[in-house]
C-alpha cells in the first residue's frame, strides 16, 4: 500500500527557508506526478507546485514563484519541495499527493494519494 510521508516542516522567521520531503512507501512513484498543496486555516486547500515523473512538467503557483523549488530523487523514492523567502501568508498544513495520470496538475481531485501534512509557520 503506498504511503506518502511529509517532513521538513516547523517555525521559521519571515525571510527564512525549510525545505520539506515528501517520502513514499510500498510503490515506486518515479512514474507519477507528484504535487504539493497547502491549506491555512479557514481556507480551501490550494495547489502549490507539482512535478511529472521526469520533471518534465514543473507548476508553481504564482504566490510562490521565485521562491519554491520541487524537485525529485527518484533513487530514494523522494520529492522535494525547498520553500525560500517564506512569508507568513505561507503558513499552513503542506500536503504532499501522487496522482497516477502523471498530469502536473493542480486539481485535487486527479490526486488519488495524499499524505498526512506537516505544519509551516512562518512568524515572528
Known amino acids: 500500500q503506498l504511503q506518502l510521508v511529509e517532513s ?15 517520502a513514499a512507501s510500498g510503490f515506486t512513484t518515479e512514474s507519477y506526478a507528484i504535487g504539493w498543496f497547502r491549506q491555512a486555516p479557514g481556507k480551501e486547500r490550494e495547489g502549490v507546485s507539482c ?5 518534465g512538467s514543473i507548476y508553481y503557483a504564482d504566490s510562490v514563484k521565485g521562491r519554491f523549488t520541487i524537485s525529485r530523487d527518484n533513487a530514494k523514492n523522494t520529492v522535494y519541495l525547498q520553500m525560500n523567502s517564506l512569508k507568513p501568508e505561507d ?3 503542506y500536503y504532499c499527493t501522487l ?13 488519488e494519494y495524499w499524505g498526512q501534512g506537516t505544519q509551516v509557520t512562518v512568524s515572528s
Do not use: D
Open 8 to 22: 521538513g516542516g516547523g517555525l521559521v522567521q519571515p525571510g527564512g527557508s525549510l525545505r520539506l520531503s515528501c
Open 51 to 55: 512535478i511529472s515523473s521526469s520533471a
Open 99 to 111: 496522482t497516477l495520470l502523471n498530469i502536473c496538475t493542480t486539481s485535487r481531485g486527479l490526486y
Open 91 to 93: 503558513t499552513a498544513v
